[in-house]
């Protein structure tokens, strides 16, 4: 009888530390997982959209080193992902531009060493469809895509971002520096 209070006590110390532990280890990932969501997301609103870049660049896109590869390379290369939301009560339309990081390039003193958008291919993938593979240079003034959102409605991009294999040689320390923009219509 002696034997069984103790070993039901002992049952009880366990189960708690048990508890105790599987609590704090929940807690814990939970905290972390909210510190590092929140240093990597950035959130850009304007009156009516709000624009959330979910990598640790934000809304900026840097290919540092020319490699030509493959399409089927570059589809599967480096993505930069950001949801766009309508915050109205009515629908929105809005355009995904890609420009140049005029201030990347002058703190890095691009010059002659930038990429050509001639030899720079990107895939513009909306939330499930196909994606597809287009030069930078065949987009007019860097509109990737214009598009609307219903109301409350939110869509997820990816942009990928990689040089064209062709025969064009260029140095290896050649890059380039971009950054996403969605602007209201």
């Not at 959209?49 to 020319?66: A, C, G, P, R």
């Not at 420009?99 to 002659?112: N, R, V």
């Not at 064209?164 to 996403?180: M, R």
């Amino acid at each position: 009888m002696f034997y069984q209070k103790q070993l039901r006590k002992q049952m009880m110390k366990s189960a708690m530390i048990i508890v105790f532990l599987f609590l704090f280890a929940i807690g814990s990932t939970y905290f972390i997982y909210n510190q590092f969501k929140d240093e990597r997301d950035a959130k850009v609103n304007s009156s009516h959209l709000e624009v959330t870049f979910h990598e640790k660049t934000k809304d900026k896109i840097s290919l540092l080193q020319f490699y030509p590869v493959s399409d089927a390379v570059g589809l599967s290369s480096r993505a930069y992902t950001f949801t766009v939301q309508n915050q109205t009560d009515y629908p929105i339309s809005y355009q995904i531009e890609l420009i140049d990081d005029e201030q990347a390039q002058e703190k890095d003193q691009c010059g002659t060493d930038l990429i050509p958008k001639e030899l720079l291919k990107l895939s513009v993938r909306k939330d499930h469809e196909v994606a597809d593979a287009v030069l930078l240079s065949d987009f007019p003034n860097h509109i990737l895509r214009k598009d609307y959102l219903e109301a409350h409605q939110k869509e997820d991009y990816t942009i990928r971002i990689w040089a064209v294999n062709s025969s064009f040689v260029l140095n290896s320390t050649a890059h380039y520096h971009g950054i996403i923009k969605v602007t209201e219509l």
